[in-house]
């Protein structure tokens, strides 16, 4: 006795988890987003609100500072970690296929992150719980457009 079995569009159904795999070992397009989302919220979360990640308040600037910022800045901008704009405009991303990193180059970033000395810690890097969720969000709209083939 012998049984046969043929399946309709194997080669089809092998040719859709081929590309799946491939579209699943390079996930550049997600990752770009997330870095792009993270960045965008830094800025609007972090230095818009001066607040850490978590939402809690960046320590005030000292009197010393308001004192020089005062006598060197014609406008005297108050705000915090925001003398001359340049480490905000420097929270940056970079994307590849396997994951992203969001940081800034700037030499002064770490010690503004983590504190030093005198100066205390204010982060402004980080991901808190509501937006891991909105990236958790993002990441099954990738796979049911990308992979899943559904909007």
Not at 60 to 67: D, H
Not at 84 to 112: F, M, N, P, W
Request: glycine letters at 6%; charged letters at 30%.
């Amino acid at each position: 006795m012998q049984i046969s079995i043929h399946v309709e569009g194997i080669r089809k159904a092998q040719q859709k988890l081929k590309l799946t795999a491939e579209k699943l070992r390079d996930m550049r397009q997600f990752w770009t987003s997330v870095g792009m989302y993270v960045q965008r919220q830094t800025i609007r979360e972090r230095f818009d609100k001066e607040q850490t990640p978590d939402g809690q308040k960046w320590k005030p600037l000292s009197p010393a500072t308001i004192k020089h910022r005062k006598k060197h800045h014609k406008k005297g901008n108050m705000k915090i970690l925001q003398d001359t704009g340049e480490l905000r405009r420097s929270v940056a991303y970079e994307a590849d296929d396997k994951s992203v990193r969001i940081g800034s180059k700037l030499k002064y970033a770490r010690t503004h992150q983590f504190g030093r000395g005198n100066i205390p810690a204010r982060p402004f890097l980080g991901v808190n719980d509501p937006e891991k969720l909105h990236i958790t969000s993002m990441f099954r709209q990738y796979v049911k457009r990308n992979i899943l083939g559904s909007t």
